[in-house]
């Protein structure tokens, strides 16, 4: 296994999105990563500790130990559930695709 790999770790808000690519030891975790990418700092109005976080997708453990080309994704809950706004858009007559709109 090499000594380094080379990892991405993503944040979203709507006003901003941020993907930052690592360069972190072997063995480092899904924690580690965020802690390296310096998200706590810049997004200071979000408690990123207490988010649930993933990979590639999936759900993972802060824990999990990443592997080179992984993509460390930190989620925020959603302000709308998706079939709730497919409901609201319903309503006016709407749907989720573009031309509707």
Same mark, same amino acid.
């Given at each position: 296994?090499?000594? #380094?790999?080379?990892? #991405?770790?993503?944040?979203?808000?709507? #006003?901003?999105?941020? /993907?930052?690519?690592?360069?972190?030891?072997?063995?480092?975790?899904?924690? *580690?990563?965020?802690?390296?990418? %310096?998200? &706590?700092?810049?997004?200071?109005?979000? *408690? $990123?500790?207490? $988010?649930?976080?993933?990979?590639?997708?999936? $759900?993972? &453990?802060? *824990?999990?130990? /990443?592997?080179? %080309?992984?993509?460390? #994704?930190?989620?925020?809950?959603?302000? $709308?559930?998706?079939?709730?706004?497919?409901?609201?858009?319903?309503?006016?007559?709407?749907?989720?695709?573009?031309? *509707?709109?």
């Amino acid at each position: 296994m090499p000594a #380094e790999i080379e990892v #991405e770790v993503v944040f979203g808000i709507p #006003e901003q999105q941020r /993907l930052v690519s690592l360069t972190v030891h072997s063995g480092a975790t899904v924690a *580690d990563a965020i802690e390296i990418s %310096g998200f &706590a700092r810049e997004f200071t109005d979000h *408690d $990123l500790s207490s $988010l649930p976080v993933g990979v590639w997708g999936h $759900l993972a &453990a802060r *824990d999990t130990v /990443l592997s080179a %080309g992984d993509r460390v #994704e930190i989620y925020r809950p959603l302000q $709308l559930d998706p079939r709730e706004a497919r409901r609201r858009l319903a309503a006016l007559g709407q749907t989720m695709r573009k031309s *509707d709109n």
